[in-house]
Structure formats: structure tokens, C-alpha cells
């Protein structure tokens, strides 16, 4: 009776927390949304209330004008090519520390682990200096092979990971059936590997999407400003009217947010296969 007792405070304690936890995510994203269908006025009488009346025009004013569609298109094209670039190479480096035996392997591989270690903040500014010397400065090349670069440790132990998981002899078979080791690869360890794939991928994207400072050190073209940015100048512009900044963040997030709820069930998924088979 008393461990039935214990599980149910426990379960009470864990609830609570989850409540708290979660009025902490939401009521900053209510306000923001609520926020942006107001105008200053109700923001400094009614901060927290209903708007009376609506401004819908917040919303359509930004939507109809090219200074949040073209950052948008940026983030996306620098996010899916950073991934495509990161995953590709990082699926090679990762099966060939997880199938092949070579001198020095596990040596090489924790180098790549240390660089987990390695904030990115250090960098900045030798990494200014190279893509000044090699021209790639306001070019989306100046993002997408670093963000890359720093990606490459998490995303070759996750897949190392998984790839270690997969029997030798389904690698057998395939080569007496003719495969060769990179024909493996391509057409039975990558279809295999697709929960982690899928992990990685929702990773990589994420954090090129919230990448702030290197965007805002390679990018001086506002052509080519990425949506983080495009929110720092925004506020810049219109820092007497908070609530068109209110409209312009919160349209600012519904696309990380949008792919963030379709990917969910693959990140966990994938998270959680690594963890079962690790």
C-alpha cells in the first residue's frame, strides 16, 4: 500500500512539473501571438489580455512584403544544403570507422569526438580570416561548409553508432552476392540506417536554422540575411512598435515549429533506436 501510495505522489510531483515546464514554453508563445494582433497601446494597457480590438494587419503587412520572405528562402536553401552537405559526408566518415579495421582508426575517431569539445565562439574569428582569403564572404558557401564542419562529430557518432548495429553477415551476403563495400553502403546500409538518417537530418537543420552569429559575421549583403538576422534587424527597424516585432517573431518561428512537429515522431524514433541497439 505505502509504494502504491509513493508512485502516486511521485506521479502527482511529475505532473505538476510537467504543468510548470509547460506553461513556461507556452505563455511566452501566447503572449507573442496575442501580442501581435494589438497595437502599443493595448500592449501597455492590456499586456495580457484579448486584443480589443484585433490588428490582424501585423501578420499581413510582414507577409506581404519581401523583408521576412527572402530571409525565409535563405534560411531554408543554407538549412537543406548544410544538411545534404553534413549528412553525406558524415554518413562515409561514420561507416568507415564502424565496418573498416585500420591502423589508428579509434585514434582518428576521437578526434573527431573532441571536437564536441571545440565551441564554436573560439572560431569565429580564424574562421573570418579563412573565408575572407577565400572569397566566401556574402556567400552562402561561407555558412553552409562550416556549419557543416561543426556538425560532423555529433552527427559521425550517431551514425557510427548505428552503423556498428548492422550484422557482418548481412555485409557477407551482400559481398558474395557480388556488392561491392561501397555498393553496400549505398543500397543496404543507408536504407537501413533511414531512423538515424532521419535524426541527424532533423538536427541539422535545426541548428542551422537557429544559427545566429555565423550568418551575422559572413553576411554584411542583406540579400543574403538569414531569418535569425533578418528578426535582429526588424527589431532595429521598428523598435517603437513592439508589436509588429511580436507579428514578425512569431511568423519567424512557425516554420521551425511546423517542421519541428512533422519530423518529432522520426527524431524520437531514431534517438530511440540508437538507444535500444547501442
Not at 519530423?263 to 534517438?271: N, S
Request: charged share 10%.
Amino acid at each position: 500500500m505505502s509504494a502504491r501510495t509513493d508512485t502516486k505522489v511521485r506521479n502527482v510531483w511529475l505532473h505538476i512539473i510537467a504543468i510548470f515546464v509547460g506553461a513556461g514554453v507556452i505563455v511566452p508563445v501566447a503572449f507573442g501571438v496575442l501580442g501581435g494582433f494589438k497595437d502599443n497601446g493595448q500592449l501597455s494597457t492590456n499586456p495580457f489580455g484579448l486584443p480589443d480590438p484585433w490588428v490582424p494587419e501585423n501578420y499581413t503587412g510582414i507577409l506581404s512584403s519581401s523583408g521576412f520572405w527572402r530571409p525565409l528562402f535563405n534560411s531554408t536553401l543554407i538549412a537543406v544544403a548544410t544538411t545534404v552537405l553534413l549528412v553525406l559526408v558524415a554518413a562515409m566518415a561514420a561507416y568507415v570507422f564502424a565496418r573498416f579495421n585500420f591502423r589508428g582508426r579509434e585514434f582518428y575517431y576521437t578526434i573527431f569526438a573532441a571536437g564536441l569539445m571545440f565551441p564554436f565562439a573560439v572560431a569565429i574569428l580564424p574562421l573570418f580570416v579563412l573565408l575572407r582569403e577565400l572569397s566566401l564572404l556574402n556567400s552562402p558557401l561561407g555558412v553552409i561548409l562550416p556549419q557543416a564542419a561543426f556538425g560532423l562529430p555529433v552527427t559521425i557518432i550517431i551514425l557510427r553508432a548505428f552503423f556498428r548495429t548492422v550484422p557482418g553477415e548481412v555485409e557477407e551476403a551482400a559481398i558474395l552476392d557480388g556488392c561491392t563495400p561501397f555498393g553496400f553502403f549505398w543500397r543496404i546500409l543507408l536504407p537501413m540506417a533511414r531512423p538515424a538518417l532521419a535524426t541527424v537530418s532533423v538536427l541539422a537543420i535545426v541548428n542551422s536554422w537557429n544559427n545566429f552569429m555565423l550568418p551575422l559575421v559572413v553576411f554584411t549583403d542583406p540579400a543574403w540575411w538569414t531569418l535569425p538576422i533578418g528578426v535582429q534587424q526588424f527589431q532595429g527597424q521598428y523598435a517603437s512598435d513592439t508589436a509588429r516585432v511580436l507579428a514578425y517573431v512569431v511568423l519567424a518561428m512557425v516554420p521551425a515549429l511546423a517542421f519541428y512537429s512533422m519530423a518529432e515522431r522520426q527524431l524520437v524514433g531514431g534517438l530511440a533506436s540508437g538507444a535500444t541497439k547501442g
